[in-house]
């Protein structure tokens, strides 16, 4: 079992920046890739970013140039560094873990963070 906890969501002018933070906890080593998803009201959940263990990362086509994710290992924390923030940015945000066992895939999701970008 993989716990997350995500932090740092808020209230931003559009323009602004924000920087999203999930500590796993659990059972790190299993871990494959972790990421970011984002729902947005009448929307479905969509990638925002991924990472792997060894550093490759992926970006939704929108976060692309403006959104960096990272992590830090030794603290098993994943980051989302979010620039140039855009009102459409607007969604909960949730922390992914995903571990695959014999072809079978795992997710374990946080409980998620609110980003509000005005215009």
């Known amino acids: 079992q993989v716990q997350l906890v995500e932090s740092g969501g808020g209230l931003v002018q559009a323009g602004g920046s924000l920087r999203l933070s999930c500590a796993a906890s659990g059972s790190i080593s299993s871990i494959n890739e972790m990421g970011w998803y984002r729902q947005a009201p009448g929307k479905q959940r969509e990638l925002v970013a991924t990472?792997?263990?060894?550093?490759?990362?992926n970006y939704a086509d929108s976060v692309k140039g403006r959104f960096t994710i990272s992590r830090d290992n030794a603290k098993n924390t994943v980051y989302l560094q979010m620039n140039s923030l855009k009102p459409e940015d607007t969604a909960v945000y949730y922390c992914n873990a995903l571990h695959i066992l014999l072809l079978t895939k795992y997710n374990y999701w946080g409980q998620g963070t609110q980003v509000t970008v005005s215009s």
């Open positions: 990472i792997t263990r060894g550093g490759s990362t």
